[in-house]
């Protein structure tokens, strides 16, 4: 705070609000095109590299993370799997996504990829405030919108043309719109995801997505040496009430018999619950605030789309404020909710599609049991279900 108690400015072109993978892309993008930005996150670095998150990137992921300059450790250590098995019955089944439409995922964390960006932003000398409180954003239906926070007490003031609000779906930028603005579309399911992270090495060399009469499991990676494994639980579950001997006994009794023998178990470095909800909001732009990712939009993570749309919302915002700056055309810019939501509803329907079919529905009758079962079977035995289960987990084209 200055001595008269007014907050200490700062101008920039872009502020953005939060340090996830949508913001600190963002500012990377932003950075390497020439336009001043700053970032402004509420934790401390740590704090969000502590956060477990995403394990598979889309092509327009990884290709999105070469333009930005932060690709090296991802073409190093990330693992292209070509596709996905399905396990149901004590039986898996291969989707191969290389064989049926030539496209592949690659397993690479997004701990990492936020790592890698935080090291960029800090080599190119952008500037991020961490450990921001009481963030709030002002005036952004005019245009010389201002994002105010505290830091150590003392108030600041950050004036900006735009105000790129990538803060999370509990994050302040949406909630600073006014209903009567906003039109939301939701749903709820009755379960979450119990996670654990192991340092030991996965269970198979693909992803295992397991449906069974006790509920979803996955087996996931980070590397060779690390698994990342969930199991479907009740929304009312507390992570504190699973011990690692019974999270392990309940992914085993889930997997089929091959995967639940060859099973290699370990203390958990991580074990957290997620519950599972999808969400839209529209538009995404009010006025000078354009929202990206989860502050816009949340996916079960089924499909393992979360970090995958946050990132194509991030590609045509920084497409759209580049043509802004460089080039005086505000089309791109106008054109950012259309595009985006268009991205974004496939990506739902998919999520929504991905998870009614392989999870137990408490309020499922037998009927539902059976089309459920008759789903997955035709799901792996028609060539056709195969291509659209590809097309869709692999990304679809921007
Ligand atoms: P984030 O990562 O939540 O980052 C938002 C940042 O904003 C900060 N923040 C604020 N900053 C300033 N002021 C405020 N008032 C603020 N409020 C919040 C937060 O501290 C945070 O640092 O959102 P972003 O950047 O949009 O990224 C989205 C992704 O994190 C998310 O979609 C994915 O993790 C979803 N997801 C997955 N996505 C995939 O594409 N593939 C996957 O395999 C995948 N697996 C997953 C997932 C999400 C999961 N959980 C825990 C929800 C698996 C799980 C279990
Ligand atoms: C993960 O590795 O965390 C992961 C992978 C695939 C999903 C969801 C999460 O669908």
Redesign the pocket.
Known sequence: MTIDGSPIHQATRVAI?????????LGQLLTVAGIDNIV????SAD??LS????????CV?VDALRRAGVDARLREEGLVHHGIELSFGGVRHRIDFHALIGRDVTVYG?TEV?RDLMHARAAAGAQTIYE?DA?SLHDFDGDRPRVR?RKQGVAHEVMCDFIAG????????RASVPDGAKRVFERVYPFG?L?ILSETPPVADELIYASHARGFALC?MRSRTRSRY?VQVPSAEKAADWSDARFWDELRRRLDPQAAQSLVTGPSIEK?I??LRSFVCEPMRFGQLFL????AH??P?T?????????S?VLYLADGLIAHYLHHDAHELDAYTQKCLHRVWAAERFSWWMTSLLHRFPDADAFAQRIQQAELDYLVHSHAACVSLAENYTGLPR
Do not use: M
């Not at 609000?17 to 892309?25: D, E, K, R, T």
């Not at 990538?166 to 930028?173: I, K, R, W, Y």
């Not at 499909?303 to 990132?311: D, H, P, Q, S």
């Open positions: 609000v939060g340090a996830g993978p949508a913001g600190l892309l402004i996150e509420q934790r704090h969000v956060r477990i998150r995403a394990g598979i990137l889309e992921t997004q936020t921001a963030v926070y990538c803060d999370g779906f509990h994050g302040v930028s995801w996670g996931s969930y957290s997620a519950p990206a990712g989860d502050a949340i996916v993570p499909g393992a789309k979360g970090l995958n749309l946050a990132v919302d």
